[in-house]
């Protein structure tokens, strides 16, 4: 177990490479093997995982410059165990429901890569290890937007690339700057997160780097107002990409706040939590409106996208256990959930090659799987109860109530505004008599289709149901974080805002 996250960051660059020089006719088989054991080796950082042990876990330091401070520096907790199972879960669903046929060998070498980066942004303690696989990452997702999306998707490619990666030079800054002051502090260089951790920089300074980074995982989130590249990324991806970039790459932004805004600037974070909390709540009810007015069931998902990932960052900066936790578990379930309804609307797209739901009506009558499984997760993506998208959100709501129970209220609309457009898609797309006569003949799941869906249609229910598994290591993580948080505010109105000090360490303040 001594490399295990070595070995989950480069054994899908390495089998991508193998893969190049394999036939078009097994590259799909291949790669559903190479994804199963990476899912299979991520399933054993759970399996080895201590609850017992608050520090980081699977610790590899390995000196790559030294006078620099910049080191090959990887580790595991609570929070980023789950987000690592899930983007190599996610990428072999992805890649058994995978339908593109063109140029297969490329995009599965895309996607391969793409994991790559996806798990080396989740377990990176170094900050420069972190920014690499960070912009690694637009690389592939740009290709795979260009190359086989649909529509102006040369237009949605750019516009994600500038986007993130404007975003990205501002944090670089920032982490170049903070690794300045630490030198200034101690007279060493270092890019180690967890030596960050320990900095007590003056107010003024945490609110100018608090700013920088905050826009770059801004822009990844997205936070309004640079959500917009969003819907043209997912209209005009390929089904993969929407599924990948839905499922995993969104997350990457709440979690660069949660590892590295938090710890390292308490009292910036206190500082900004209303207003970043008025952004929030801005993306859960505009972005749902704006989602109600949509025609292209796609772009209702990424809208919704939005809106759910608002709850995220209020959750988050709730900066209790409560709704950190639940912030954590909510990206986990959105990922989920909207990977897999992605995926749905693919496969309609394959069959009709349009999206538009006026084309559709009656679908349950023709297609009842695949409407079965459709509602199953049009319910989680609503919160219904007993379903993995009602823990996140409740819990996330349930934090932040201890901060402003006007703003969770209005909050807490989410899920009311996500039942009146999502069940405004299903109605016009599934139910009622069959609208168009292409319709009728459409052929409901295909067994890979089916290998894709049903898994990820089980954990919906099983997470919902018993989500303690889970949830147990994120809360973990989540106490230590805010204990750690509240130790190092400068100000005891910091201090006082870290509202679960009390009642979660003994002996109080």
Sequence with gaps: ??????????????????????????????????????????????????????????????????????????????????????????????????????????????????????????????????????????VPMLYIIGAWGSGNRIYAAIKFFLYTFAGSLIMLVGMLYIAYVFYQATGNWSFAITDWHLLQMPFNMQLWLFAALFIGFAVKVPMFPFHTWLPYAHGMAPTVGSVILAAVLLKMGSYGFIRFSLPIFPDATVYFMIPIAIIALVM????????????????VIAYSSVSHMGVVVLGTFALNVEGIGGSVFLMLSHGIISGALFMLVGVIYDRRHTKYMSEFGGLASVMPRYSVIFGIML???????????????????????????????????????????????????????????????????????????????????????????????????????????????????????????????????
């Design 379 to 509: 319910m989680g993506s609503v919160g219904l109860p007993l379903t993995m998208g009602f823990v996140g959100e409740v819990l996330s709501l349930v934090g932040f109530f201890k901060v402003s129970p006007v703003m969770t209220a209005i909050a807490g609309t989410t899920i009311i505004l996500g039942a009146v457009y999502m069940l405004n898609l299903y109605r016009e797309s599934f139910f009622g008599e069959v609208k168009n006569e292409k319709n009728r003949g459409l052929k409901d799941l295909l067994p890979h289709e089916m290998f894709a869906l049903v898994p990820l249609t089980v954990v919906v229910l099983w997470l919902g149901i018993y989500p303690k598994p889970i949830l147990e290591p994120i809360n973990q993580s989540a106490k230590v974080l805010v204990n750690f948080m509240y130790h190092k505010a400068q100000f005891q109105e910091t201090k006082e805002k870290l509202y679960d000090y009390n009642t979660i360490f003994k002996g109080g303040k």
């Design 1 to 138: 177990m001594e490399y295990i996250l070595s070995l989950l960051i480069f054994f899908p660059v390495v089998a991508a490479l193998f893969g190049l020089l394999l036939t078009k006719e097994s590259i799909k088989t291949y790669a559903i093997i190479v994804t199963f054991i990476e899912f299979l080796v991520s399933l054993l950082l759970w399996d080895n995982f201590d609850m017992a042990n608050i520090k980081m876990q699977f610790v590899e330091n390995i000196p790559l410059i030294n006078s620099l401070g910049i080191n090959y520096y990887v580790g595991i907790d609570g929070f980023s165990l789950f987000l690592v199972i899930m983007t190599t879960f996610m990428t072999m669903i992805s890649i058994i429901g995978l339908s593109e046929t063109k140029n297969l060998k490329n995009l599965i070498a895309s996607i391969l890569l793409l994991e790559m980066t996806m798990v080396g942004v989740f377990v990176s303690l170094d900050a420069i290890l972190f920014y690499v696989f960070w912009e690694l990452s637009l």
């Design 284 to 299: 859960i009810v505009y972005a749902a409106m704006v989602a109600f007015a949509q025609k292209d069931m796609k772009q």
